[in-house]
Nanobody, 122 residues
């Protein structure tokens, strides 16, 4: 089973950028659909973006379309989330998820990372 470690979070001013990385263990990374989710204080975890095994299917939440970009490098067992034009409402713990399933990440069965904090100041 894959293990996930996120990095790249931090404190940034509104309008700034961050790039999150999620490194996966194991030699079957390319068989996993990967996703990013986030959870703000007092709110439920929500979908941010996902990318299919080969990168051919990419989905975004409406709230991040045009500002965030998900990508993956199967040779490096890593998925990325480039976040531009950050807003205070993007503040949350960001989680990486992996699902051995085509196209989408099934929240109930996915493997999760430990999360990385992103704080956007106004």
């Amino acid at each position: 089973q894959v293990q996930l470690v996120e990095s790249g979070g931090g404190l940034v001013q509104a309008g700034g950028s961050l790039r999150l990385s999620c490194a996966a263990s194991g030699r079957t990374f390319s068989s996993y659909t990967m996703g990013w989710f986030r959870q703000a204080p007092g709110k439920e975890r929500e979908f941010v973006a996902s990318i299919s095994r080969s990168g051919g299917n990419i989905y975004y939440a409406d709230s991040v379309k045009g500002r965030f970009t998900i990508s993956r490098d199967n040779a490096k067992n890593t998925v990325y989330l480039q976040m531009n034009s950050l807003k205070p409402e993007d503040t949350a713990v960001y989680y990486c998820a992996a699902d051995n399933y085509p196209v989408v990440v099934r929240v109930g069965v996915a493997t999760w990372g430990q999360g990385t904090q992103v704080t956007v100041s106004s």
